[in-house]
């Protein structure tokens, strides 16, 4: 069955540049930043200018969700790189970070998940018509799937419930080997949005390492 957390129910913390709400983390109860946690999901405002959390063995997925826009400084090697609203970021959590608002406080929705997990995210306009979201894992594979209400008002159906989310609440599902189910999402109001991001632990992930790029962005669209 699906993880349903509400916004009221997520967990609120600081972090050097602002505010952090942890809305998951599996295994439940495990120890983060830096312990035997697999995945970690959460929000977080970038109010000023500060370095990101270190993560051992980590990779990050990053997307500003409100804001004027995030400028991410990595060290070893220097690059920086923009990031306006809806944009994603994947980065090793390993790499020295240092993140800067381009005008005011930033908003952003993170996964942290071990290396040699895969990860992505698409942004859903939520029209007044009854759409699919469709959930597969791959053969031997562990899929984790995430939808968060990025604003307004919407219905999710799937599982045999029905469940209303509101602006920042947020479900969690997962399948293993070879499963697929399909979400079915109605809009409630006109602003009606949600992020489809999604963790995926393919076979043999344990033995290998993430040869993903230390960052990347993508026009597609962590205790940061």
Known sequence: MPLYVPFFQQQPGTWPGGQVHE?????????YPNGNYRLWVGTATIERPADYTHFANAERLHIPLAGRGLRLHFRQPDETTELATGESCTFSGERPLHAIPADGPVFAFNLIYRQGQISGARFVDVKA?????????????????????????????????????????????????????TLFVT??????????????????????????SHSTTSHSATSS
């Not at 809305?23 to 120890?31: N, T, Y």
């Not at 045999?160 to 080997?177: C, H, N, V």
């Not at 632990?201 to 344990?206: D, F, L, N």
């Open 187 to 212: 809009g409630r109001t006109p602003d009606a949005s949600l992020l489809f991001a999604y963790v995926l632990t393919p076979v043999q992930s344990t033995t290998s390492r993430s040869t993903t």
């Open 129 to 181: 018509k009854r759409q699919a979201l469709p959930l597969y894992a791959p053969p031997g594979a562990d899929l984790t799937q995430i939808v968060y209400a990025v604003a307004g008002e919407f219905l999710v159906d799937g599982w045999g419930k029905s469940q209303l989310m509101r602006a920042g609440d947020t479900s969690i599902y997962r399948l293993t080997e070879s499963a697929a189910a």
């Open 23 to 31: 809305i998951f983390r599996d295994p439940l109860g495990s120890d």
